[in-house]
């Protein structure tokens, strides 16, 4: 009996090399360690960790969090320990498990955001890239509004990138606006050196016992398997707006979801709401991925990935 073919899973965002296409989404993996050991960092090609402000968050009361017949409504708030807390404690931590993170950031203006990331700059450990939350729907007023504004992008992208030389930045786009691919082009003109599509859309549920929201902001974050047709087309029309990689996000669940969004345009693509409900997704999509390049006939995903991007010209 033969051996099975040795496959790579081997992934490029740019010009940074991930040994595989999956990736721990923000806010759905703590700061990379609290799953440990159940899933250990090392299994995604990288991990983005949760969003980091200025200053310590508490995000916003419970409650934050309600199941959905296809997926999640979160309030979150972007509860999170602050920049000092994170260069500190968080980011020694992981690079101590020898895993550079993507380093997700949020911030209140263009200034506000540069600082931030010039002080992450200076930090001794190995950062992977960033990732510009420019449209978290769990704030008001600032937080939700840079990524429906193609100037606004632009100028919080243009000012990281201005401060951030170290490691590639990549802008994380919202689906709640009328043509992604143009916010998409603002990014790429400023510089942005990949884009994460797509964040949440806004949702909202009611208690028909009170007649009211469950939530304090009335409104929330969906994600889940409910978005993943709202964010394969989007990474479409973005990877037809743009040179610049593509980095999937939206309610993947299988090995056939990721498949898709590869198809789609992405370069990568990052696991969230799936995890909370199978821990063992990503090793699980990985050996399908692998066998899937070997009933193909391929030693890595890029014929794969040449030959569906050819295909969608």
């Known amino acids: 009996m033969s051996e099975p073919r040795a496959v790579s899973l081997a992934a490029q965002v740019g010009?940074?090399?991930?040994?595989?296409?999956?990736?721990a989404a923000s806010g759905c993996f703590g700061y990379g360690l609290e799953c440990d050991p159940l899933?250990?960092?090392?299994?995604?090609?990288?991990?983005?960790?949760?969003?980091?402000?200025?200053l310590a968050r508490a995000g916003n009361p419970m409650p934050?969090?309600?199941?959905?017949?296809?997926?999640?409504?979160?309030?979150?708030?972007?509860?999170n320990v602050g920049l000092a807390a994170f260069l500190a404690d968080k980011l020694p931590a992981l690079a101590a498990r020898g895993v550079a993170p993507v380093v997700s950031i949020a911030a209140g203006s263009a200034e506000e955001f540069a600082a931030l990331a010039g002080?992450?700059?200076?930090?001794?450990?190995a950062i992977a890239a960033l990732e510009l939350n420019?449209?978290?729907p769990n704030l008001a007023p600032h937080g939700a509004n840079f990524a429906t504004d193609p100037l606004a992008v632009e100028r919080v992208t243009?000012?990281?990138?201005?401060?951030?030389?170290?490691?590639?930045?990549?802008?994380k786009l919202s689906p709640n606006v009328a043509d992604i691919g143009l916010v998409a082009r603002a990014a790429e003109a400023a510089g942005a050196d990949a884009v994460s599509a797509i964040n949440t859309l806004v949702g909202m549920d009611i208690d028909l016992a009170t007649g009211r929201s469950p939530f304090a902001r009335v409104t929330a974050g969906l994600s889940g398997p409910a978005i993943f047709p709202v964010a394969l087309a989007a990474v479409y029309r973005v990877a037809q707006s743009v040179r610049i990689?593509?980095?999937?996000?939206?309610?993947?669940?299988?090995?056939?979801?990721?498949l898709k969004f590869l198809a789609a345009g992405a370069s990568a693509v990052q696991l969230g709401t799936a995890l909370y409900i199978d821990p063992g997704l990503?090793?699980?999509?990985?050996?399908?991925?692998?066998?899937?390049?070997?009933?193909?006939?391929?030693?890595?995903?890029?014929?794969?990935?040449?030959?569906?991007?050819?295909?969608?010209?």
Not at 15 to 23: F, G, K, S
């Open 15 to 23: 010009e940074l090399r991930l040994a595989n296409p999956l990736l």
């Open 39 to 54: 899933l250990p960092p090392e299994t995604f090609g990288a991990v983005v960790t949760k969003t980091i402000t200025p």
């Open 64 to 79: 934050r969090i309600a199941e959905t017949p296809a997926g999640m409504l979160n309030s979150i708030g972007l509860e």
């Open 119 to 125: 002080r992450l700059a200076a930090a001794p450990q």
């Open 134 to 136: 420019l449209s978290c």
């Open 158 to 171: 243009r000012a990281v990138k201005d401060v951030f030389p170290r490691a590639p930045v990549w802008a």
């Open 245 to 258: 990689p593509v980095v999937a996000i939206g309610g993947a669940a299988s090995t056939e979801m990721v």
């Open 282 to 313: 990503p090793a699980r999509v990985l050996a399908e991925l692998a066998d899937a390049l070997r009933a193909r006939g391929c030693a890595d995903l890029k014929p794969l990935r040449a030959q569906w991007l050819e295909a969608s010209r």
